[in-house]
């Protein structure tokens, strides 16, 4: 996914939560349109709200009177009520003779009477309960007798008891499959094609005069005109409202007979599931590494470990020249002495070479012997087989002050097969040599060297031993694959073949010297220097090539293809780490992230244009997490367990990457590198169970995101919405305080109360990239966000107090792209940096609020009504804006450390990443049955410019510090 799919989900971090109570109480949907106002249209929602009746026109002709002013549907049973006088009263009698009681009983929660009183004059009063008062029930306001005006006349004795009715409220739930919609989120596999059965019931039927069910994005089911029965289902899938791959969101609209409409919402998400979400993800990402960039930019990098400049893994490039070793040998070898040997270097198939075995020599071995007359000299002859085991490697890292390993790899135009150029000055090879006589020489009567003998020697081979030392090239013409642990495996289909593996130069300027007996099973060879000669001198020439052939083979083979994978193995076990910015808020800014990466099986990787040298192209095994575990985060496992219903997973797209239209964009140089949203969903996941997504907005946070947003006139947040008083406004306009009951207490709110939102998301975000594109060229996706849960919490003189627990689903449209970081704080660590850019449209945008009640998520008892007022514009004018400043500019790291590459001192090295050295470019993709995003990196022409600055110069990308 490369290194920027990690950061795209360091959004969706910032719209969190958890668990909820019941999804039954009221919320409205909002769909922002270009230039409304911040007060976000509702179609087809509202409280039932009148105009409030006004006293009789003969109001208090008769003597003091009192007057009730409350809608002729009744009253919300979270509100309060004004009342009216005829005359100014005595304030202080009518508070101490006023109390309320509810038909068969019950006078309101809290301190006599239930609640406060709120004087606009002497003949206007707003009593507010502490509490909620009972939902349809019937309630007398009774007036004492001692209640009086500032004249001392008492009340008609017709105004002492004013009696209204509360209007009945319409509570819903429902269940997805029989999984409850409300504390957890709800998760279905699609696995065998499972019905989706919604069911809902709901209180107060006789009150209803209308339902309907919606889909949030389009689509309508009537349910019922007559609404008596109190439920309702149906099976989603065979309904023309049928729920698609990712979050699915919906909502029953209620009308009642007050006239108001309100809406309940439901959503799960549905989809294939990803049978392991903490592993590597199938086609996560695919790549093509180019032959302009990318591959000279490997071969580079191997010329450096030559140069030993860093270690991979802690070994140097000899220490995997050497390799394992072992004594024992393979069934075909001449089994005479046991002696260590590199195991890398064999003819034998399999990981291990284990000596080259089995060269054969006719007539390798002649003695003459001068027996007496009449005898005479007898000459013979014996064939002779060969083992060769290499002991010892060393590659120096320099010959007369110049790099001594030269490295190109290629593919060429028109070709599926890479070109391995392998350059060098000096090698030495420490060799050890088992020969067998297959027959007996100098037989008369008996033979003086049996058949059979077995010698031992030691030999030197020396590159440049009598030459100068210049680079002396071998080429070979490999396939290359991947296995299904992701290694790469290099293949020359005929080393025999010239044209395929040439090995002339190094074969040519090659000598093998210091060959000496250890040792011999017949006394009389080991006397015999004839023998030993005519091994050293006609056998090992005519095998020399041979021998050649085959260790270079082993070096293309094995010795450079597990120096490549010893870096692939760590990408896909240890990954590349992500550290984001120290200016996020907290607890962005202590995660550090984790890409990995994999091979998938492919048999050939190489691919070209016939027209132009190609690279290497192939589809990733991907994976995305939190590398500390987000140790400060609140994880959703600790609210509730287990926290979501169903599977513990996310939903997959399957689609696959067709990487032969990456080829094809390659006419234009760049490595390519293609970034699927399992990648992205991966990560959300791992984000989401750690807790990272869980947030709390307050004053401190949004002031750190202006800060480092530079405080941009169209991006700056505002805290207005973060104090109390925001709220009192539309509770009690003009009045800075107001006390409420919490079950135990009288809790004053102030409206200079600090508030914060804490978010919890009870359930795992979505990303979809969208096959369609902005006119700049930038791939267009979508989020989804179901059961967002914001709490908003009011510190006041006593402490915490919960003021509204809101529930969010929402469908929100943007853009993605790779920008250079604009660095508005000027820091220091941050210039020269690519940065993602996500930017959410709220002019795309729909979303549901939902206002809980009850005890613990009310427990205040504030309006829903009245609370969803005020948060109306939250997601539009808050959590958005709050995203897109996160969002609008997020550094990648200046270097991409991997893990593997170090220096002698441990300091580790990676990719530099600065803009200085490479260019990151998102492109346009037309092929729109593969939504990825699709970046090309190429180099900074300043830095490197194809064809015009030396190729060594991208050795340079490698950083250590």
């Known amino acids: 996914m490369g290194k920027r799919s990690w950061i795209i989900l360091v959004a969706i971090t910032l719209l969190g939560g958890c668990g909820h109570d019941s999804g039954t109480m009221p919320y409205t949907l909002f769909q922002a349109v270009e230039g409304e106002s911040d007060a976000a249209q509702s179609p087809g929602t509202n409280d039932g709200s009148t105009v409030l009746p006004s006293p009789p026109p003969d109001f208090g002709l008769d003597g003091p009177e009192a007057f009730l002013r409350i809608a002729p549907s009744g009253l919300d049973h979270h509100g309060e009520f004004e009342i009216v006088f005829s005359r100014p009263m005595d304030t202080a009698s009518v508070e101490a003779g006023f109390s309320m009681s509810a038909s068969g009983g019950g006078a309101p929660l809290g301190p006599t009477p239930g609640g406060t009183f709120s004087w606009l004059n002497y003949r206007h009063v707003i009593f507010t309960p502490y509490a909620p008062i009972q939902e349809n029930k019937t309630y007398t306001a009774h007036f004492a007798g001692g209640v009086q005006t500032l004249a001392g006349d008492p009340l008609l004795p017709d105004s002492t ?56 994005d389009g689509g309508t089911i009537d349910v019922c005109t007559s609404c008596t029965s109190g439920s309702y289902s149906v099976n989603l899938k065979s309904s023309s409202l049928s729920p698609t791959f990712g979050i699915n969101q919906y909502y029953y609209s209620v009308e009642t007979e007050d006239g108001a409409v309100r809406n309940y919402p439901v959503a799960f998400t549905y989809g294939t599931l990803s049978s392991n979400p903490n592993a590597l993800q199938d086609d996560g990402a695919a790549a093509f590494l180019d032959g302009t960039y990318l591959l000279p930019t490997l071969s580079r990098l191997i010329e450096r470990f030559a140069h030993q400049d860093f270690k991979i893994n ?7 020249a050497n390799g394992d070793t072992q004594t024992g040998k393979p069934g075909n070898c001449i089994d005479y002495k046991n002696f260590s040997y590199l195991r890398n270097y064999g003819n034998h198939s399999g990981q291990y070479g284990d000596g080259y075995c089995g060269y054969h020599v006719s007539d ?33 890292a320099e010959a007369d002050g110049n790099e001594n390993i030269g490295a190109d790899i290629s593919i060429p135009a028109g070709t599926t097969q890479a070109r391995v150029d392998l350059k060098g000055r000096k090698a030495y090879l420490d060799l050890k040599i088992e020969a067998t006589l297959d027959d007996g020489l100098v037989c008369v009567g008996a033979c003086v060297v049996s058949a059979g003998t077995e010698i031992l020697f030691d030999a030197k081979a020396e590159l440049n031993r009598s030459y100068p030392n210049d680079l002396r090239t071998s080429t070979s013409f490999s396939t290359l694959s991947s296995d299904s642990s992701g290694n790469l495996k290099l293949t020359i289909a005929n080393p025999d073949d010239p044209g395929q593996l040439s090995i002339a130069d190094w074969n040519n300027h090659l000598d093998v010297y210091d060959l000496s007996v250890q040792d011999t099973t017949s006394w009389v060879a080991d006397m015999l220097s004839s023998v030993v000669n005519s091994i050293g001198n006609d056998i090992v020439p005519q095998v020399q090539g041979k021998i050649v052939r085959d260790i270079l083979k082993d070096f293309n083979e094995r010795i450079a293809v597990q120096v490549l994978n010893a870096a692939l193995t ?24 984790n890409a990995k990466i994999q091979l998938s099986q492919s048999t050939n990787l190489a691919k070209s244009l016939s027209w132009k ?35 513990q997973s996310f939903v997959t797209n399957n689609y696959g990457f067709d990487l032969n239209y990456m080829v094809g964009r390659s006419a234009v140089n760049g490595t390519y590198l293609g970034l699927h949203e399992n990648t992205l969903n991966q990560l959300l996941f791992q984000l989401w169970q750690v807790g990272g997504l869980n947030l709390t907005l307050d004053k401190a946070f949004i002031d750190q995101v202006n800060t480092f947003t530079g405080n941009l006139p169209t991006l700056t947040l505002t805290t207005s919405l973060l104090r109390a008083g925001t709220i009192l406004n539309v509770l009690s306009p003009g009045r800075n305080q107001i006390y409420r009951w919490d079950g135990s207490t009288v809790v004053a709110v102030d409206a200079d109360d600090p508030v914060r939102l804490r978010l919890r998301p009870r359930s795992v975000p979505y990303i979809r990239f969208l096959p369609t594109f902005t006119a700049a060229g930038t791939r267009e996706l979508q989020l989804q966000i179901s059961d967002l849960e914001i709490q908003v919490i009011g510190n006041g003189v006593g402490g915490d107090y919960i003021m509204a627990t809101l529930v969010v689903n929402a469908t929100v449209n943007g853009s993605v792209d790779i920008v250079t970081f604009s660095n508005p704080t000027s820091q220091p660590q941050y210039t020269n940096l690519q940065a993602l850019n996500v930017t959410l449209d709220p002019h795309q945008l729909v979303y549901t609020m939902q206002v809980l009640d009850g005890s613990t998520n009310n427990p205040l008892g504030l309006s829903p009504d009245t609370v969803r007022g005020v948060a109306t514009p939250l997601v539009r004018s808050l959590i958005v804006p709050l995203l897109n400043n996160v969002l609008k500019e997020v550094p990648l790291p200046s270097i991409a450390y991997l893990s593997p590459f ?4 441990g300091t580790n090295c990676g990719i530099d990443m600065g803009t200085d050295k490479l260019k990151v470019e998102n492109v346009a993709v037309n092929d729109t049955s593969t939504p990825m995003v699709l970046l090309r990196l190429s180099t900074n022409p300043f830095f490197f410019n194809p064809g015009v600055t030396p190729n060594d110069t991208l050795g340079q990308l490698l950083e250590c510090n």
Not at 368 to 396: A, H, R, Y
Not at 571 to 581: E, H, K, M, N
Request: proline share 9%; charged share 15%.
């Open 364 to 396: 390798g071995a002649q003695l003459c012997i001068d027996f007496p007359w009449p005898v005479g000299e007898v000459c013979s002859k014996s064939d002779v087989t060969l083992d060769v085991f290499v002991t010892g490697v060393n590659i120096p």
């Open 314 to 320: 802690n070994q140097t490039f000899n220490d995997f």
């Open 161 to 216: 008891d004013l009696v209204f009715h509360t209007r009945p409220w319409v509570s819903m739930a429902h269940t997805v499959n029989s999984m409850p919609s409300g504390n957890r989120g709800i998760i279905i596999s699609s696995a065998g094609n499972p019905p989706i059965t919604l069911s809902s019931t709901w209180t107060n039927g006789d009150y209803i005069t209308k339902i309907q069910l919606h889909r949030l």
């Open 570 to 593: 760590s990408l896909a076990s240890d990954g590349v780490t992500l550290q984001l910015p120290d200016y996020l808020p907290a607890p962005l800014n202590q995660m550090d992230l």
């Open 902 to 905: 170090s220096l002698t001192d």
């Open 613 to 647: 040298d190609g690279g290497l192209a192939n589809s990733l095994k991907g994976g995305m997490y939190v590398l500390n575990g987000c140790m400060p985060c609140e994880k959703p496992s600790t609210l509730i367990s287990p926290p979501v219903q169903g599977p």
